[in-house]
């Protein structure tokens, strides 16, 4: 590689000339969740990171000239990447929750595998919402729990305060642990499998 | 690493996309890997330039967003006006048809394989 574009692309190593199929999981959850550890766990690359803007007409009126508003939200998020085999690369993408940065999902994160949702016991409400949307959005998904140390709560607790259903998996984590983050990655595709077969099975 | 959005104030924006602020190519997903089909030329747009470069082996969109600092819709006008004149090609994901569908079992398969071996 010429220094021109290693300039651009730091020590990256390039994708396989073969690579021609990359696929997408996100890992949603509240800020200081542990999205971006996760992501550098399973990476073969450093984390990298990029953003997403758009423009919507707001809903009001601006006073002060009677035309509508507009407002530009910017969302940014990191990712990584993992060469699965000569032409398969998962690309994973850490994603925050909040409310203000849904109407941005379908756009992003459309073709998406699937999501982890990250929690911590400690603030479990801050990923209600995202359980929400990916419900709304039929995006199938597991919950694992980062352990920051903390009172223990059982799984049971944590479904109940999450209401979730049994069929969807909940598992411990340490994002900061390789083997716990590719066994985060496994549980969901387990689930995409489950899921995926039977639902071609019924229609056959 | 550079900080994306260092100064993409909306002139700077406008000047690299040459003032269009549509691509009319959903085509380009965030995972699209790009291919160069051509060395950039002298007086090339730098962007362009430096996309042909990037792009020598194959590279996903959101990557090719990330080394530019530039976001993710005005690199997919750049990519629009690269595609249009022959000079990349796009390898897109293989994935469900549709979003309300589920990926496709042998897919899955392979990335399960794949996770395991890491
Ligand atoms: N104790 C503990 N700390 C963690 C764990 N995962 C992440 N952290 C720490 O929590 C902080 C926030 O993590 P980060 O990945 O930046 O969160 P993000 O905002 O969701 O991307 C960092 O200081 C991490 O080192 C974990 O599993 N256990
Ligand atoms: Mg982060």
């Known amino acids: 590689m010429d220094s021109a574009t290693s300039d651009l692309t730091g020590t990256r190593p390039p994708l396989r000339s073969t690579a ?18 996760m992501v550098r766990s399973v990476s073969d690359i450093r984390p990298l990171n990029t953003e997403e803007t758009m423009t919507r007409a707001g809903e009001g009126v601006d006073n002060a000239d009677d035309v509508p508003s507009k407002t530009t939200t910017t969302i940014a998020f990191d990712f990584g990447r993992i060469s699965l085999n000569d032409r398969t690369v998962l690309y994973l993408f850490g994603a925050p929750g909040q409310e203000r940065f849904w109407f941005l999902w379908d756009r992003l994160f459309t073709g998406t595998l699937g999501a982890v949702v990250l929690v911590d016991t400690r603030r479990l409400v801050d990923s209600w919402y995202a359980i929400d949307r990916l419900e709304q959005h039929g995006m199938p998904f597991i919950v694992a729990r980062n352990d920051f140390g903390g009172p223990h709560y059982s799984a ?10 049994d069929d969807i998996p909940l598992i411990e984590c340490d994002a900061r642990s390789r083997e716990s983050s590719k066994e ?9 499998y489950t899921l995926s077969s039977s639902a071609r099975e019924s229609t056959t | 690493m550079k900080r994306p ?8 924006l406008y000047t690299v ?3 269009r602020s549509r691509s009319g190519t959903d085509a380009f997903d965030l995972v699209t890997l790009v ?7 002298p007086g090339m ?8 470069r990037i792009c020598r082996s194959p590279t996903a969109v959101v990557e090719i967003a990330s080394d530019l600092g530039l976001p993710v819709s005005i690199v997919r006008i750049l990519l629009g006006d690269l595609h249009a004149a022959g000079r990349i090609t796009a390898r897109h994901p293989r994935t469900a048809a549709s979003a309300d569908q589920l990926p496709d079992p042998e897919i899955l398969k392979q990335v399960l394989v794949g996770l395991r071996n890491l």
């Open chain 1, 20 to 37: 021609d199929n990359g696929l997408k999981i996100v890992i949603v959850g509240g800020f200081g969740v542990g999205k971006t550890t």
């Open chain 1, 184 to 192: 985060v990655l496994i549980t969901l595709v387990n689930h995409l």
């Open chain 2, 35 to 41: 291919v160069s089909e051509s060395e950039p030329t």
């Open chain 2, 17 to 19: 996309t040459g003032g």
């Open chain 2, 5 to 12: 959005g260092r100064d993409d104030d909306p002139d700077r």
């Open chain 1, 156 to 165: 049971e607790d944590v479904r109940e305060a999450l209401d979730l259903p």
């Open chain 2, 45 to 52: 747009q730098s962007e362009h330039a430096s996309i042909l």
